[in-house]
């Protein structure tokens, strides 16, 4: 039997995460159990409330006990029912008469705010189906959803909003429920989570004027702070002694908020100068044509006909500093994360222009140059495609997210397994939330830095596909590297050794070196990425995320599940001509589904079936 919380007062009051409903060891449930059986008959209301004793309390109840009566604290029957998450002694108390926002307690609450306390969202929805009102001020003056946010409940401040309820509702004092969790929670949570609520960011108190972000410095909460400046809160706006938050950081003499309002402000005034704005417009441009003019320059000072390597690193150490300098002061954090994918075809570009200047007098063949002007082409349009098309994001208008929410939450299932909490939306099967693109992608794969963009079902196959251009071209640019030392370089390993042939190709041509490194790093990554994506495809039927996940799962799992008995996995051929969507002319039939709308999952339920089978 589980445990009742035998207070409504000070304990639950302090203790947020002590629920009730926890559970000892057998002996102790079956002490219980044997003590219910013989000696309830005896027990008052009260105690058979909170031991959630329906027959007991009924018995109680049609002798004559009226449930509206409160005890000596003013508590009432459905304020201990609600409080032990008994869902059906709150049903019949109800239709008994109970008042549903009965004040009591010594914090003066009701049945609704003391199931937001513990955490009961099944009883707060039944609450508040039976009329019970979230907007109510307790003894604190807090309503439903400050006290959930105090609690940091996230699928009750869900909830709460989804019915309807304001998100900027002020308690006693005008504190909207981000002010309060900018002000008592240190930590990222509650306050990332309200603000993917649409929060106003800048309202002020009724008593000090202050808004989220000043009660953000004056708590020291740093990631709050953070996360508000963010989101885009004003550093502008003066409380009622005409202080910014900025100035209440001075007084406050934390250095490490100070810096980041500081860097912020900095920041801001710099975007809204008319360089920066000119500068923004033609951003991705700007900085594909200093990467580009960077790998130029390290390949052109690394070829530079001088034995003086000190010049060579001053030169490279100021170019480098440079770019850093650079991508500090004009890079926005939105074009940061195309970097990594600018990068790459900076480095093609000049694998390519390498190909024409410096190989292509020694391999002059059609037979050599026809294959490589082939998979460069491959390359380029596959990871176009791989970049632009849509992977398979989880997409839905604000409504439908409340829907979701609703809907989720009344079906018992408000949990990490069917909800985004960071979308609102519910996952579909196989979906997964890529913190990079801040999204749910169906059929998740990975995030890939060198395209900027998730793996998902929308693009997988494109995917591999661009995988096998790069290695291609990789592999003939390797080829082709070999050939100019062998023609260009007066040098032989078995005589000079490996030391000795070293040396000379860095001196007969540093710059094919340096594109042959950096072709290297680039073919391994493809080339292994490549292996691993066609077996996890046509052996496994499983995305690189569900492969991880259930080989972690078999680590701390006394059941192991064999990575080839995934419900997905249906033999090699079909696995492949489903993949690929490739019907070969009508032999195979392949099985198109749209991973954004299935959400039935079965994955999981066959994964258990193959767990208990073992």
Known sequence: MSSPCKSPHSHCHQHSHHHAGQHGGPKEDQ????????????WDIVKATQHGLLDRCRELVEAGYDVRQPDSENVTLLHWAAINNRLELVKYFISKGAIVDQLG???NSTPLHWAVRQGHLQTIILLMKCGADPSLIDGEGYNSVHLAVLYQHMPIIAYLIAKGHNIDGPDMNGMTPLMLSAQKIIGMEPTNFLLKLNPSLNLTDKIHRNTALHWAVSSGNVNAADLLLEAGASLDVQNE????????ARQTRNRIIIHILTSEANSRSARSSRTFKALQKYEISLVMMVCLSLLGGIGYILNLHTDSWLLKGTLLALVTAGSQLFTRRFVGSSSQKHLPAIFFISSIFWMFMTWFICFLPD??????????????????????KTWRTDPGYIKCSEEERKQTIITLAEAGCLDVRLFCSSCLVKKPLRSMHCHACNACVAKYDQHCIWTG???????????VLFLVALTVMGHWMIYASALFWVNQCSTNLQ???IG?????IISCSPWVLYIFLLTCSLTVWATLMLILQLYQIACLGLTTQERFNLQMQNRFSKHQVPLRKSPFN??????????????????????SVDWTQQYHNIFQASMVRSAQSV
């Open 31 to 42: 002490e219980a159990a044997q003590q219910v059986v013989e000696d309830y008959s005896s």
């Open 453 to 463: 963009h998730c793996i998902g079902a929308g693009n997988h196959h494109y995917f």
């Open 500 to 504: 000795g042939f070293l040396a000379e």
């Open 570 to 591: 249906r033999g090699c051929i079909q696995n492949l001509a489903d993949f690929f969507r490739c019907r070969c002319f009508g032999l195979i039939k392949t099985n």
């Open 363 to 384: 391999m002059a063949q059609a037979t050599v140059q026809v294959p490589f002007i082939i998979s460069v082409s491959l390359l380029l349009y596959y990871f176009y």
């Open 105 to 107: 307690g010594t914090l």
């Open 495 to 497: 005589k000079d050794g």
């Open 241 to 248: 002694k005409g202080e910014t938050p900025l100035d209440f």
